[in-house]
């Protein structure tokens, strides 16, 4: 099982983008989507999770700029980054737990990470 990012880029102030997650792969489901960010010289901070329920959470200082969707049946997270600041700029990351069935029939847990993609803001 694996993770495919894609979106990021590069936008002014106040621009919007989005990120977005894909899990591929055989036998698995995904119970919670999160989305890090890791900005040059700082270590990597979580910004956004929807959890399997639907419920979403962000950090305080995205909250009410950012949303983030998942849907379940193509295995998809989105993160929608509206009204952004050039400390929003960074490499973002999505991450995804759940579980898995192994050749041999067994479950397993699965943790997994996608590689990031970059967002820019420029002043």
């Known amino acids: 099982v694996q993770l495919q990012a894609s979106g990021g880029g590069l936008v002014q102030t106040g621009g919007s983008l989005t990120v977005s997650c894909e899990a591929s792969g055989n036998d698995f489901s995904i119970n919670n989507w999160y989305w890090y960010r890791q900005a040059p010289g700082k270590l990597r901070q979580a910004v956004a999770n929807?959890?399997?329920?639907?419920?979403?959470n962000f950090i305080a200082s995205v909250r009410g700029r950012f949303t983030i969707s998942r849907d379940n049946a193509k295995n998809t997270v989105t993160l929608f980054l509206n009204n952004l600041k050039p400390e929003d700029t960074a490499v973002y990351y999505c991450?995804?737990?759940?579980?898995?069935?192994?050749?041999?029939?067994?479950?397993?847990?699965?943790?997994?990470w996608g590689k990031g993609t970059q967002v820019t803001v420029s002043s």
């Open positions: 929807i959890l399997s329920s639907g419920v979403t």
């Open positions: 991450n995804a737990d759940g579980g898995y069935i192994t050749s041999e029939g067994q479950h397993r847990p699965l943790d997994i």
